[in-house]
């Protein structure tokens, strides 16, 4: 997974927090996390794109949840960033060099193209079975006090 899916959820997860009808810009998004501004906007943009978050204009706007934290997953997100493809590509080395023989020799998928498989289908399925609802609870018995605390002064003026 890419970098943007990292800051993806988590800019997810502080959308979550915010009261209804607020917004925050790329910008200071990306200030709250530290990473560059022009690239993660086009994570946002395509977290908008996706449905998983709307951009409104104007003052008191920006980037905010377009439906609830608790029907957003976190596969949501992550095929919004990275996209729906599968990790593991098989191209079928196991028929190439020395010991190749027919085609008609080989089953329908190698041991090794199932385990992959079966590895991206029960993460696949983790990440759709946890919600940003789920990350923002987490993130609040999880952090530590005065992390959270300061977070809560930054967004108090970022809103303001």
Do not use: N
Request: with cysteine; aromatic share 4%; hydrophobic share 45%.
């Amino acid at each position: 997974m890419s970098d943007g899916v990292e800051w993806a959820v988590h800019c997810c997860t502080v959308l979550a927090a915010l009261p209804a009808g607020k917004g925050l810009t790329a910008a200071s998004l990306a200030e709250f996390h530290g990473v560059p501004s022009a690239y993660l906007a086009k994570h946002l943009q395509a977290l908008t794109r996706a449905g998983v978050l709307e951009a409104a204009p104007g003052r008191g706007g920006g980037y905010r949840l377009a439906k609830p934290a608790r029907e957003i997953s976190i596969c949501d997100v992550v095929e919004a960033v990275d996209g729906s493809a599968e990790a593991f590509r098989c191209r079928e080395i196991r028929r190439r060099g020395p010991s190749a023989v027919k085609a008609s020799a080989y089953g329908d998928m190698c041991g090794i193209a199932r385990v992959m498989k079966s590895a991206e289908t029960a993460y696949r399925a983790a990440l759709a079975a946890t919600s940003i609802a789920d990350l923002v609870r987490g993130l609040a018995a999880e952090a530590p006090p005065e992390a959270l605390a300061k977070g809560a002064v930054w967004l108090k003026e970022e809103l303001s």
